[in-house]
């Protein structure tokens, strides 16, 4: 069934995976089964496995996808009857960056990779658009802090050149 925090609460672990393309952001959304609907990808957090790990391993097992994880985007809890028995589902999602692709991810029924507004139109769940919008604005943060950085150590390189020729 996956890890428990206790006898009635299931982890799991969930990806908002992006990818820049052309100067443009791209969103990763799946069909888990033909009759489901668009969704991010999703895994139960097997136990003694972070949900961190759980995220990495499912993108890499069913999407041959090879992403860096940058933050947490949001957290669901909803429950569901497993069993007969009432179980709570603690979704965990993480954004994270598209490092390497394969020619045609095959874990998944579909999948669809689109701009913000795409993505947006095809969740069905409203929960997991709040998380795209949460997923957007820290993936939007965290360019302008790489791209700070970047530039910073550009400068420091620079200076450290001059100081090596003197």
Do not use: H
């Amino acid at each position: 069934m996956g890890y428990l925090i206790d006898k009635n609460t299931v982890i799991i672990a969930g990806a908002v995976v992006v990818r820049e393309t052309k100067g443009k952001d791209e969103w990763l959304l799946v069909k888990q089964t033909d009759s489901g609907g668009w969704e991010f990808c999703k895994a139960l957090v097997r136990k003694g496995e972070s949900s961190v790990r759980t995220a990495i391993r499912v993108m890499g097992e069913k999407a041959g996808l090879t992403t860096k994880v940058l933050d947490e985007a949001g957290r669901i809890k909803s429950s569901s009857q497993v069993a007969g028995r009432s179980v709570v589902q603690l979704t965990i999602y993480y954004l994270m960056l598209l490092r390497s692709t394969p020619r045609e991810i095959i874990g998944f029924s579909d999948y669809f990779w689109g701009d913000y507004s795409k993505a947006y139109k095809k969740l069905e769940s409203k929960k997991e658009k709040q998380i795209l919008s949460k997923a957007r604005e820290l993936f939007n943060d965290w360019k302008k802090n790489k791209k700070a950085k970047f530039e910073e150590d550009e400068k420091a390189a620079e200076i450290l050149a001059q100081l090596n020729a003197e």
